[in-house]
């Protein structure tokens, strides 16, 4: 690292949110530098970096993670990669931000938990509903007692859009959409642990695509340790938009967070009052991307910020695995013992 002051990062994936996060290291993260882009896919990489004038591309990803001069990198390649792709990086000794899932099964979280422990590398798994307006002062509620004791929980995504069903591979409504909510549910209870998951999905946005594995609804039931009863739901097609809310209803009150207008503006006109909404989640979550790439910036640097790590991965999955289990079944499943971290 030339400069202690600045992190330079190399980006692995020059996808959709890949680019989102490549333009927020270039434009709003002022201690990083997006030194490199990576990507096997012929030009993806070229492209991205041209429109943020990024010199280094590459195809080869290990060619990345052998330069000296990365310090960090942010990993945004499809979920099926990011369990090797945390091990190659952590490997090479990189700082390692890691969109969610890290892995899609228990084992392959084990795997990133042990190579992020065995090379002593920073690593932060991209939840970032902790990050977004509304949930870290929801959870200092809690934290600070105002709620009382969590007695009801809910969390909701809702996506604008399913522009192409035969491209959504099986079990995505929990592995990478409804994951932001286990998390979410986590993060609100602090010090409870998941003990039994029911859920309850079909394909109500595009039905003719269920034999082919399709699952666009769902709605998940999770108990807790400490008796609370936590909802979980997400839909892939909100007409009005991008759609993002909590909740936790308690002995002493009631919190919430979430707001999906893209402004204060309300009109009010002859057929009632109207307001914009955000149509995209890189649009509503651009402060949330935001804050959670600047905490790992800043840890890496050396002044540590709270962020979800390896063990939030691994409690949220392990939820996600169980829905997948309570779907096939039609029954609730019992978790395992095995501790998290609230």
Known sequence: MSDSRTLNVGLIGAGRIGSSHADLIVRAIPNARLAAIADPVPGAAERLAGTLGVEQTYTDIG???????IDAVVITAPARFHTALVEQAAEAGKAIFCEKPAGMSLAEIE????????????????????????????????????????????????????ADPSAVAPWTIFFETLIHDFDT????????????????????VAPDYKDAGLLDTAVVT?????????????????????DTRGEVFGSAGMAT????????MR??????????????????????????????VDTALGTPVAGPGADAARDALRIAVACVESHRTGLPVALDAEETNG
Do not use: C, K, W
């Open 111 to 162: 795997r990133v938990g042990r190579a992020v422990q065995a090379h002593e590398v920073l690593f932060r798994i991209g939840f970032n509903r902790r990050f977004a307006d509304g949930f870290p002062q929801m959870r200092a509620a809690i934290d600070a007692g105002r709620i009382g004791t969590p007695q009801l929980l809910r969390s909701l995504t809702r996506d604008p859009g399913l």
């Open 185 to 204: 549910l986590n993060f609100l209870n602090p010090g409870a642990r998941a003990t039994q998951v029911y859920a309850v999905a079909d394909a109500l």
């Open 267 to 296: 009109y009010y006109g002859a057929d009632g009052i109207a307001t914009e909404t955000v149509r995209a989640d890189t649009q509503s979550m651009r402060s949330a991307y935001t804050g959670e790439l600047q905490a790992f």
């Open 63 to 69: 060619q990345m993670l052998a330069d000296p001069q």
């Open 257 to 264: 967070a979430g707001d999906l207008a893209a402004s204060s």
């Open 222 to 242: 999770i108990r807790y340790d400490n008796g609370a009863i936590a909802t979980a739901e997400a839909n892939f097609s909100a007409a009005y938009g991008y």
